[in-house]
């Protein structure tokens, strides 16, 4: 990302202010409340960053919990920055739960292993590292591909604009922008599409049109729309709801660990969430439960399900490591919270 100065203050005031002056996303979303009726809170996050081919301060979204919290020191968030960074004919062999990277391959090596040596490579490693039986080993590749921060970085402000001028805290737009379609428009092959990654059937509850003809979802602000009025609408309200079966309050929307849940509501479901919180029932709001979301796996909460909200937290930090002013004017002092061992799959 390009070069940054940042000047705290000033920028988060004239971000959130700046934000009214486009009508074109507020005459499709009339219903909306005016800016001046949304939380100020929107824009605690929201800074400013000098972009030397505009001349121009965009808006950026930085996460100082992300650093108080310690979460960049987590094995896991660790892992997956590497991944981010190394190229797609190298892979990373590790033990699931740890993160533990036992070997760096070049994928053709490992392609070329025959299933019972790969299995007698795995079970090399449980002896070696005294894990049970059971115990996932697993070959990851490179995936600096498709996280083309430089690209994405572009639709920050954007984004961030968008949201806010639907009513939502503008994290989320960021969050979804750095992990979705980072690289470029593409289908998964679940059938999602876009910037936000929408499935037909959401776009349309939200207005798009999706038919052999057109597919808005490939326009960006009325992608945003949709996207933020299923975080509204759908995402924090089941993660509210969920909360309240689990009798945990006090806890504030703001908080990284809310945030965390509702983008794994977002990408998952909120029944598929709800499913896996249910089965370990835990008793207070924080890290600890998105930590144990990390482990849990119910017959739709998996892998991908799992790994989500950790690639939201490496994709953050990879970000803000583009922007090392950032880091030098924004990083609160270390403080002497442990940061635990977490487990994880893949």
């Not at 979204?61 to 797609?88: G, K, P």
């Not at 070997?103 to 005294?130: C, E, G, P, T």
């Not at 089965?279 to 790994?307: C, H, V």
């Not at 880091?327 to 635990?340: M, N």
Request: hydrophobic share 40%.
């Amino acid at each position: 990302m390009y070069r940054t100065l940042l000047i705290a203050s000033l920028l988060i005031s004239s971000a959130c202010s700046a934000l009214g002056t486009d009508d074109t996303l507020a005459k499709k979303t009339a219903s909306a409340p005016a800016l001046s009726e949304r939380p100020r809170e929107y824009c605690k996050n929201v800074v400013g960053v000098f972009n030397p081919a505009t001349k121009c301060n965009e808006n950026y979204i930085f996460d100082h919990s992300l650093y108080r919290l310690r979460v960049d020191t987590l094995a896991q968030i660790r892992f997956w920055r590497q991944v981010m960074n190394t190229c797609e004919d190298t892979a990373f062999i590790c033990v699931a739960n740890s993160r533990d990277i036992i070997q760096k391959i070049h994928i053709k090596d490992w392609n070329l292993k025959s299933d019972s040596l790969k299995k007698w490579y795995r079970d090399s490693v449980r002896f070696a590292k005294n894990l049970d039986s059971s115990s996932r080993i697993l070959v990851t590749a490179g995936k600096k591909f498709f996280y083309d921060f430089d690209k994405t970085s572009l639709n920050f402000q954007r984004g961030i604009h968008c949201f806010i001028e639907n009513g939502v805290d503008p994290w989320y737009a960021q969050a979804i922008l750095l992990i979705e379609s980072p690289n470029k428009l593409q289908k998964s092959n679940v059938g999602a599409y876009g910037s936000f990654q929408l499935m037909k059937d959401v776009a349309r509850m939200y207005g798009l049109k999706v038919n052999k003809h057109v597919d808005e979802r490939a326009n960006f602000d009325r992608s945003a729309y949709a996207a933020s009025s299923l975080i509204k609408y759908i995402c924090i309200p089941r993660a509210r709801k969920m909360l309240d079966s689990l009798k945990i309050t006090n806890y504030h929307e703001e908080e990284l660990w809310f945030r965390l849940l509702v983008m794994h509501v977002y990408h998952a479901g909120a029944y598929n969430v709800q499913k896996a919180l249910f089965s370990f029932n835990p008793t207070e709001g924080n890290m600890d439960l998105i930590y144990t979301l990390w482990r849990t796996t119910t017959a739709r909460f998996k892998s991908a399900s799992q790994n989500y909200s950790q690639l939201v937290l490496a994709a953050m930090l990879e970000m803000d490591d583009r922007n090392p002013q950032l880091l030098k004017d924004f990083i609160p002092s270390p403080t002497a919270d442990a940061v635990k061992s977490v487990g994880s799959s893949d």
